[in-house]
Structure formats: C-alpha cells, structure tokens
C-alpha cells in the first residue's frame, strides 16, 4: 500500500503557489518545463515567526521544490538503484544565500527481475529551506539545475533550470 506523506500547510501552500493554483500573494516562485516534465520552485515571501511573538524572524524561507510528471513517466530518486539515471539538483546563489535542510521523500521501490530500483511518478515535493547567511544579505538570482532521467519505455536524459529572485523576500516583524 502506497501511503501519502503528510505536508505542513506552508508546504502545500509553496507548492500550490509554484504550479499556478493559487495567487502569488503570499509566495515567490518560477516553473520550467521540458517534453515530459515540469519543475517548479518557491519560497515564501515572508519568514515565519518563530515560537514567541517578542522574538525577531528568522533569515530563512520555507520553499519547496516540485516535480510534476506526464502521465505514465517516472524519474528515479537521487540514489536510483541498480538501474536508471540519478536526479541530481546544483543550486546558484545571489552572496549571501544558501539552501539547507532539503527533504527527498522516499521513493517508491521497484524490482524488475534482478534490478531494483527507486522512483517518482506523479508529482513528488521536496521540500527545503532558503536561508539568509547575513541579516541584510543581497537580494538576487537564484538558478536551480536540475540533471534527470524521464523515462516511460526508455529514459530520456534532461536538464532543466529554474531562476527566481529573492528581492522579494522579507522577514516577519
């Protein structure tokens, strides 16, 4: 039995902004495609609060990175098995950002005769978080490549890049 994972409500919100379901009023996000898949990318636009109100926002942003797949295509995880092309992601930062905490969920184990493999279908979210390394770190382009095998009868290598800007970022107070 295949179960669903469950997001936080900002999660699903970054990821229902990133694919255009819902206004951009509370995210930042772009998308890109190729033939057989589209990858989207956002933050939110404001920093949460932390615990106690009297205490300052955070430098960092929820974001969530989603792949979205044609129907009867897969991708395989970034350790894909005995078989198949590992997703790999490189990020490119304005000074002064970085990406941590990022959170591939568990693929989907398949064995085919001898060979197992581990894959996505569908539409798989990762998320992540955005941080700012300084307090007034510069605003800027953020580039995202990501390196990955879509594959239905055969794979088919592709590589798709995401750019989006943080000048519209900004913490909670």
Not at 8 to 28: H, K, N, Q
Not at 39 to 53: E, F, N, W
């Amino acid at each position: 039995m295949r179960t669903t994972p469950y997001w936080p409500p900002r999660c699903r919100l970054v990821l229902a902004i990133a694919c255009g379901f819902v206004p951009a009023t509370e995210a930042i996000g772009q998308r890109a495609s190729s033939a057989h898949l589209t990858i989207c990318v956002a933050a939110a636009s404001r920093s949460p609060r932390t615990a106690s109100s009297s205490t300052p926002a955070t430098n960092e942003w929820p974001g969530a990175l989603t792949f979205v797949m044609k129907p009867g295509w897969h991708i395989y995880g970034i350790e894909p098995g005995t078989t198949g092309l590992p997703t790999r992601t490189s990020w490119k930062h304005a000074d002064g950002w970085s990406v941590r905490s990022v959170r591939w969920p568990v693929p989907v184990r398949r064995v085919r005769g001898r060979d197992t493999t581990f894959e996505y279908e569908g539409t798989v979210v990762v998320p992540f978080t955005l941080r700012a390394l300084r307090s007034r770190s510069s605003r800027g382009l953020h580039a995202l490549t990501v390196s990955v095998g879509v594959c239905k009868d055969i794979c088919i290598p592709e590589t798709v890049t995401v750019q989006f800007q943080t000048s519209a970022l900004r913490s909670s107070r």
